[in-house]
């Protein structure tokens, strides 16, 4: 037993079992290069700026893969490789401290790392793993040997961005962090079945219908829908619209179930009457399949919200209608499921004619003034952004303890004194309302977020704060040329989006400012109700996991709903 957990822990430590994972399910006979392999591995060579033509890199990538011979993961036994592998380990001195990721990234360029330790005048360097304080609430895990010192534009900048971040959120006093945590501690013990069950597991729990459908988008992944069919007896009377929900960013259908009957939206539409449908962006726990693509590989993950929006929302929108004979939905999106509504809308005008009404909670279009730190340090024009970008790497968004700490858990872990909550990257990145921190449910919310996307989508909205405007996904300049045939990334036309829209926002949502927010609503062209929550904490999500949310949120969407 021993043994054998020994054995297993060093193959961890080398990082080799996720290259057993990915051989046993490629296939053998090679790789089969997308042409957006190209673009992404061309991406990265943009950061050691070249010129160089399109085909003159392809022709230099192909050599490259020539001499590489046998790549890491085919060929080889897995036996020969381990040895190449510990052999590469020993030879390669910079590799004795590289940290494997589980999304196969390697740490080899941390953000910044040994903070100095000044003491009498005396600055002396800090040990391996060592935290050390050197702004009143900012604290950054250390790397041996990569003294690589934050400069003092990154400390201002870094201080900036989590001081904004932190004035939009509601303080905890030392003796309310202290029962928090006890509060906390707690409710960890408690076993709660919800935190396992996936979406239908719920349904069923709670005696509602459910149905599973799996569709596949013209590009070739698999989305699955959740169906809740109206019950019976409310069909008899009237037939009542479908309603398509779609879940935000690092979510899935699930956070719209997680509070319960009673609660969640999911389930207070359905009482209403309402067929619903509950939606899977691609790269979610439920949405991991594609006809050649294995997730375990980076061109899966080859996607922003521009895919997202133009191939699986038409997909899924098109299969609820027909699958429940309708001509027209009610569209629901939180987060991420507002951008992609709006980008579907403004490229695809036909779409509007099947909207009753867009409700947008927390829409994120305009992001020039949003908060939250993670997006605000992969902005392009952010002094982090290059080695968070070298460090997240061109797949899934899947970033290690010691990322989610320096984009802001450590801050937050300061600020709420909750280290489980700061240690879970959608809350990092979307803020903590501590007035909504609900010992029962977020240990279960936990369980079921973060539910997966690709890093793409994260950098896009990085874009999105740089950039004025809501455009398609930046390449950069060359292959933007290659792609859209401009050197910009086109910009998503506003002007298309005739469907009915009711923005729902908060002060202090991390990622929808009521700023951008406003802009939104005065650039769509139809005339759009704005409706901010009345309650000066309401978080990012909140919309979807606070108890609050029923009565501040749901009650007058379903409203708005039954009255039209
Ligand atoms: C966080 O909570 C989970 C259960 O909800 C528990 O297993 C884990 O140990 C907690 N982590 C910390 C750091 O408290
Ligand atoms: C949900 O769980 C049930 C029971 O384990 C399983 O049969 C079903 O396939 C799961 N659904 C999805 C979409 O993962």
Redesign the pocket.
Same mark, same amino acid.
């Given at each position: 037993m021993k043994a054998a957990c020994a054995l297993v822990c060093f193959a961890l430590a080398q990082g080799i079992t996720a290259n057993i994972f990915k051989r046993s399910h490629r296939p053998t006979d090679g790789l089969i290069v997308q042409p957006l392999d190209y673009i992404n591995q061309y991406q990265q060579q943009l950061y050691q700026p070249q010129e160089q033509t399109y085909q003159e890199y392809i022709q230099q990538l192909k050599q490259q893969q020539k001499k590489q011979q046998k790549p890491q993961y085919y060929g080889s036994s897995s036996h020969e490789s381990s040895q190449q592998d510990s052999k590469e380990w020993n030879n390669n001195e910079q590799q004795k401290y590289v940290t494997l990721r589980s999304s196969g990234q390697k740490w080899d360029k941390p953000l910044f790392t040994a903070i100095m330790k000044v003491q009498n005048d005396v600055v002396e360097p800090s040990a391996y793993g060592q935290n050390i304080m050197w702004s009143r609430d900012i604290q950054m895990p250390l790397k041996q040997k990569h003294h690589e010192l934050p400069t003092v534009a990154q400390q201002q900048e870094l201080k900036k961005i989590f001081a904004e971040a932190q004035e939009s959120m509601k303080h905890p006093t030392s003796e309310e962090k202290v029962q928090l945590n006890q509060v906390f501690a707690a409710a960890a013990q408690v076993h709660n079945e919800d935190d396992h069950l996936?979406?239908? @597991?719920l349904l069923k729990k709670y005696k509602y219908p459910v149905e @599973?459908h799996e569709i596949k988008t013209e590009d070739g992944y698999y989305l699955?829908l959740f169906h809740i069919p109206p019950m019976k007896l409310i069909r008899d009377v009237t037939k009542k619209p479908v309603v398509f929900l779609m879940h935000g960013l690092l979510g899935s259908a699930d956070d719209w179930l997680l509070m319960g009957p009673g609660k969640s939206l999911a389930y207070l539409l359905s009482d209403a009457g309402y067929d619903v449908w509950l939606g899977n962006a691609r790269g979610n726990k439920?949405s991991r399949r594609h006809v050649s693509k294995h997730p375990a590989m980076n061109d899966f993950w080859q996607f922003s919200n521009d895919e997202v929006a133009l191939q699986d929302l038409p997909a899924m929108i098109d299969y609820a209608l027909e699958t429940s004979a309708q001509q027209k939905l009610y569209y629901v999106g939180h987060s991420q499921g507002t951008t992609a509504f709006f980008a579907l809308t403004a490229s695809k005008p036909e779409y509007n004619d099947k909207i009753i009404m867009m409700y947008a909670l927390a829409p994120m279009v305009y992001m020039k003034h949003a908060r939250s730190p993670l997006i605000r340090m992969i902005a392009p024009t952010s002094p982090f952004e290059q080695s968070l970008h070298h460090e997240i790497g061109h797949g899934e968004f899947n970033p290690s303890q010691e990322l989610i700490a320096t984009v802001g858990g450590q801050m937050l872990w300061n600020e709420i004194g909750s280290k489980n909550v700061s240690s879970n990257v959608n809350f990092v990145m979307s803020g903590v309302n501590i007035d909504s921190v609900t010992p029962e449910l977020t240990p279960v919310i936990m369980r079921h977020v973060p539910a997966g996307t690709s890093t793409r989508v994260i950098k896009q909205y990085g874009q999105q704060v740089t950039g004025d405007d809501f455009r398609k996904y930046d390449f950069g300049p060359a292959i933007n040329q290659k792609v859209y045939g401009s050197v910009e990334a086109p910009k998503y036309d506003m002007q298309n989006v005739k469907a009915p829209v009711t923005l729902y926002y908060a002060e202090e949502d991390w990622l929808a400012s009521p700023v951008d927010v406003t802009r939104l609503q005065q650039v769509l062209p139809t005339p759009v109700t704005a409706y901010k929550v009345p309650e000066p904490h309401f978080s990012h999500l909140d919309f979807q996991f606070s108890t609050k949310a029923p009565e501040l949120v749901y009650k007058q969407l379903i409203e708005s709903m039954n009255n039209a």
């Amino acid at each position: 037993m021993k043994a054998a957990c020994a054995l297993v822990c060093f193959a961890l430590a080398q990082g080799i079992t996720a290259n057993i994972f990915k051989r046993s399910h490629r296939p053998t006979d090679g790789l089969i290069v997308q042409p957006l392999d190209y673009i992404n591995q061309y991406q990265q060579q943009l950061y050691q700026p070249q010129e160089q033509t399109y085909q003159e890199y392809i022709q230099q990538l192909k050599q490259q893969q020539k001499k590489q011979q046998k790549p890491q993961y085919y060929g080889s036994s897995s036996h020969e490789s381990s040895q190449q592998d510990s052999k590469e380990w020993n030879n390669n001195e910079q590799q004795k401290y590289v940290t494997l990721r589980s999304s196969g990234q390697k740490w080899d360029k941390p953000l910044f790392t040994a903070i100095m330790k000044v003491q009498n005048d005396v600055v002396e360097p800090s040990a391996y793993g060592q935290n050390i304080m050197w702004s009143r609430d900012i604290q950054m895990p250390l790397k041996q040997k990569h003294h690589e010192l934050p400069t003092v534009a990154q400390q201002q900048e870094l201080k900036k961005i989590f001081a904004e971040a932190q004035e939009s959120m509601k303080h905890p006093t030392s003796e309310e962090k202290v029962q928090l945590n006890q509060v906390f501690a707690a409710a960890a013990q408690v076993h709660n079945e919800d935190d396992h069950l996936n979406a239908t @597991e719920l349904l069923k729990k709670y005696k509602y219908p459910v149905e @599973e459908h799996e569709i596949k988008t013209e590009d070739g992944y698999y989305l699955t829908l959740f169906h809740i069919p109206p019950m019976k007896l409310i069909r008899d009377v009237t037939k009542k619209p479908v309603v398509f929900l779609m879940h935000g960013l690092l979510g899935s259908a699930d956070d719209w179930l997680l509070m319960g009957p009673g609660k969640s939206l999911a389930y207070l539409l359905s009482d209403a009457g309402y067929d619903v449908w509950l939606g899977n962006a691609r790269g979610n726990k439920y949405s991991r399949r594609h006809v050649s693509k294995h997730p375990a590989m980076n061109d899966f993950w080859q996607f922003s919200n521009d895919e997202v929006a133009l191939q699986d929302l038409p997909a899924m929108i098109d299969y609820a209608l027909e699958t429940s004979a309708q001509q027209k939905l009610y569209y629901v999106g939180h987060s991420q499921g507002t951008t992609a509504f709006f980008a579907l809308t403004a490229s695809k005008p036909e779409y509007n004619d099947k909207i009753i009404m867009m409700y947008a909670l927390a829409p994120m279009v305009y992001m020039k003034h949003a908060r939250s730190p993670l997006i605000r340090m992969i902005a392009p024009t952010s002094p982090f952004e290059q080695s968070l970008h070298h460090e997240i790497g061109h797949g899934e968004f899947n970033p290690s303890q010691e990322l989610i700490a320096t984009v802001g858990g450590q801050m937050l872990w300061n600020e709420i004194g909750s280290k489980n909550v700061s240690s879970n990257v959608n809350f990092v990145m979307s803020g903590v309302n501590i007035d909504s921190v609900t010992p029962e449910l977020t240990p279960v919310i936990m369980r079921h977020v973060p539910a997966g996307t690709s890093t793409r989508v994260i950098k896009q909205y990085g874009q999105q704060v740089t950039g004025d405007d809501f455009r398609k996904y930046d390449f950069g300049p060359a292959i933007n040329q290659k792609v859209y045939g401009s050197v910009e990334a086109p910009k998503y036309d506003m002007q298309n989006v005739k469907a009915p829209v009711t923005l729902y926002y908060a002060e202090e949502d991390w990622l929808a400012s009521p700023v951008d927010v406003t802009r939104l609503q005065q650039v769509l062209p139809t005339p759009v109700t704005a409706y901010k929550v009345p309650e000066p904490h309401f978080s990012h999500l909140d919309f979807q996991f606070s108890t609050k949310a029923p009565e501040l949120v749901y009650k007058q969407l379903i409203e708005s709903m039954n009255n039209a």
